[in-house]
């Protein structure tokens, strides 16, 4: 009878085994996405009170150190139904340091686009457009916010636009063509951040798969910016070895300058480029090093005279210096000539979940720069820690050395969900 019973349960179980199913594969997926993070930073910076920058931003602090606490929180989402999904991002942030405290929350993507076939997409709202192949600069982001080349890869805010994107895959050498024209409106209360407010500004890029290299050709009309042309391109020259690069002709671009003491207006035509080269090696070992240049930023001798004039002026005078500053001398990497070397090791002596790695900008025009080594570790699910120290250096009068700050210690923890 005990056998009779145990091939009984034994029969059971294998018919069990052989008809049971995954319920949750057969589960349509949720029409809602939700992701993001929240996070948390520490600064310390060593404020520099013989640079110039720091007469223009902390002269009446008299503080040689700031500590800032930073909290943020961006959220994304989207919701899908048939061919069309409406989807958004959202960031807020809230800083406290021991001169002011600030916060702010933008919405930096809410647009609603639609796929009525493989080929064909149509998009309208708010939305980040992402030009170019360069790391950290992209001289043809003609219809984007500029990166912070010390921390390319953070999001950014989108510009109101309609877009349309037209893909046709083929055989042969010429295997993929996409199109991709853009209308963006600049008015008193749309994207008037962007330019001169013309009405409507278009934009369009056309993308082709060449054999085994990416190329965009790019243009934008004249509007609200001058108008301006552009193309760029990637390929591999060996497995884990590529190559990138972009050009950009701006026809009659306008530059705000320093001349004799008084503000002008320069007009003339400006190219800028940038090459670039990225190699993971068998260790894992990320190289990425990139030659930029720009003709619309400021000469060294530029540079100097506004620098000169922020270090001599009067008390009285600092607000207008600090008024010229933000007409393009105190944005980040303001100059013509930089190069960028990122290396990054993954899992290095087998700790695994852990990537050191080194950050450096130079400026080829007054031979300043920035070091930033960093730390990152992934190992606890969902939680990311890293800790990064900044050092300049440079003359007083040369860019980086004239900054407001000559280091920076910053600890982020982040969640992501």
Not at 104 to 109: H, I, T, V
């Amino acid at each position: 009878m005990a056998v009779v019973l145990s091939l009984c349960v034994t029969l059971l179980a294998h018919a069990a085994d052989e008809f049971s199913f995954d319920l949750s594969a057969y589960t349509a997926p949720s029409p809602f996405e939700l992701h993001g993070y929240a996070e948390l930073r520490q600064e310390y910076q060593s404020l520099d009170e013989d640079s110039p920058l720091y007469r223009l931003n902390f002269a009446d602090s008299g503080r040689d150190a700031l500590n800032r606490s930073i909290a943020a929180l961006e959220l994304s989402g989207s919701y899908r139904n048939g061919d069309s999904r409406i989807a958004g991002t959202w960031h807020g942030e809230q800083q406290h340091d021991e001169l002011a405290d600030h916060g702010a929350g933008r919405l930096y993507e809410l647009y609603l686009a639609h796929q009525p076939d493989a080929g064909t997409t149509v998009e309208v709202g708010k939305r980040a457009v992402k030009w170019g192949k360069g790391y950290a600069w992209n001289p043809v982001g003609f219809i984007e916010r500029p990166k912070d080349p010390n921390d390319p890869e953070l999001s950014r805010e989108g510009y109101v636009i309609a877009a349309a994107d037209f893909i046709h895959t083929r055989g042969g050498d010429l295997h993929t063509l996409a199109f991709t024209p853009v209308l963006l409106p600049v008015t008193a209360s749309v994207n008037d951040d962007f330019g001169q407010e013309t009405g409507l500004n278009a934009a369009a890029k056309l993308y082709l798969l060449y054999r085994d290299i990416d190329i965009d050709l790019l243009w934008l009309s004249n509007g609200s910016r001058p108008g301006r042309i552009g193309l760029d391109f990637s390929t591999n020259l060996a497995p884990n070895f590529e190559i990138h690069g972009e050009y950009a002709y701006i026809h009659d671009h306008e530059q705000k300058v320093l001349d004799a003491g008084a503000m002008i207006t320069r007009s003339y035509d400006a190219q800028t480029w940038l090459l670039g080269l990225r190699y993971l090696s068998e260790r894992e070992t990320t190289w990425i090093v990139e030659y930029y240049h720009d003709d619309r930023g400021y000469s060294e001798a530029q540079m100097q005279d506004f620098l000169g004039r922020v270090d001599t002026a009067s008390e009285a005078m600092l607000p207008q210096l600090r008024s010229i500053g933000q007409t393009g001398y105190t944005r980040p990497t303001a100059m013509q000539d930089y190069v960028y070397l990122r290396v990054a090791q993954k899992d290095p002596f087998d700790i695994l979940y852990f990537t050191p790695a080194l950050t450096a900008i130079g400026n080829l025009d007054d031979d300043s720069w920035s070091l930033t080594p960093e730390l990152l570790y992934t190992g606890i699910d969902d939680l990311e820690l890293r800790l990064r120290a900044t050092v300049l250096h440079g003359d007083r009068l040369s860019e980086f050395g004239a900054k407001p700050n000559d280091r920076k210690i910053e600890l982020r923890l982040r969640y992501s969900f």
